[in-house]
């Protein structure tokens, strides 16, 4: 997106120039990205690379964001989601650094509300070691942005995809089985809690949102959502019809069971030792503030999300099969 709007842009990665590069060239935009090997664990790293580059915008995006891994990672997911956003607001603060900061906050912060839908006034509850990681970056932010009259401002955004998300969550882990299923390199996919639900929208609605909301001539907090929840029985559903198969379902709980009406080939089993610890109430995102004041819109839907993943994988595979 920035590299479309005429940007010079810099990344960083603390895993080295690997996957990053691959990941952008991938998205088509390897010479147009200039990468440092950037870690927030260490404000020595990251004085060096914003001192070298001297931005005129941040968006910090960095940091693990498995809900499930925070549980088995609770000291590094502290360090890195909230410390290092700390390390570089601090870092603005000590250069007196007019660059506009975006913190990309979560609706884990609303993990254990109970009213909904949730917006920029609604009370926090985190559930998970993730969750209490991103409201110390959330509040920290704000604080730089009150105490030291930083342009600092956080982007709560509510679950959003992408061919690019990482295999271990849930979307692509249904999308990369199903194409792997239907390559016979794989005879089914487990799943945890199909009847959990998200606010699902789509990764490039939500970029330009962030940027929109650095744009803007406050620094102000804003909700990015569809609105719209979904569950993981119905990512399975939308996914499976778009290799052709009709997928119907039978047990309960942890025996429960996804199957291809027309063959009975079983393709979804659950495994409860996918169950979160907690998986709290379920957040669904009120975007009205950043549709009436930003002129946002989400615009890409659940089956077209579904469908641009599935699409994605099945591409991928067919590759690494005609490569063998």
């Known amino acids: 997106l920035l590299v479309e709007k005429g940007y010079a842009v810099h990344g960083g990665s603390r895993r080295g120039k690997g996957p990053a590069t691959e990941q952008l060239k991938n998205l088509g935009v390897e010479d147009e990205v200039v990468l440092h090997h950037l870690d927030l664990g260490a404000a020595d790293s990251v004085a060096r690379i914003l001192d070298e580059v001297a931005p005129d915008e941040i968006y910090n995006l960095a940091g693990p964001s498995s809900v499930g891994l925070s549980f088995e990672q609770p000291g590094n997911t502290l360090d890195i989601c909230a410390h290092g956003a700390l390390r570089v607001l601090e870092f603005m603060r000590r250069r007196g650094s007019r660059a506009r900061f975006f913190e990309a906050s979560t609706s884990e912060l609303f993990a254990g509300v109970v009213t909904t839908p949730q917006d920029e006034c609604t009370p926090f509850e985190p559930r998970s070691p993730y969750g209490v ?15 030291y009259g930083l342009f600092a401002v956080a982007g709560i955004m509510f679950n959003h995809e992408s061919p690019w998300r990482r295999v271990d969550f849930v979307t692509r882990k249904i999308t990369l089985g199903f194409a792997r299923i239907r390559n016979a390199q794989q005879d089914g996919i487990l799943l945890g809690k199909l009847d959990a639900v998200r606010d699902w929208g789509f990764a490039a609605d939500y970029a330009e949102g962030m940027w929109r909301i650095l744009q803007h001539e406050q620094p102000e907090t804003f909700v990015l959502a569809s609105g719209q929840m979904h569950s993981v029985r119905e990512f399975a559903q939308v996914t499976a019809a778009h290799f052709g198969w009709d997928l119907a379902w039978r047990g309960s709980g942890a025996d429960e069971q996804g199957f291809d009406k027309r063959s009975g080939k079983v393709l979804v089993r659950v495994d409860p030792k996918l169950f979160r610890p907690s998986d709290g109430n ?8 950043a549709e009436a004041t930003l002129g946002w819109q989400h615009q890409t839907s659940f089956g077209q999300i579904a469908a641009m993943m599935a699409e994605a994988d099945a591409l991928r595979v067919g590759a690494e099969t005609a490569s063998r």
Do not use: F, H
Request: cysteine-free; glycine content about 4%.
């Open 133 to 147: 990681a991103k409201l110390s970056s959330y509040w920290m932010t704000a604080n730089y942005r009150m105490n």
């Open 282 to 289: 379920v957040p669904r995102g009120n975007p009205s503030k």
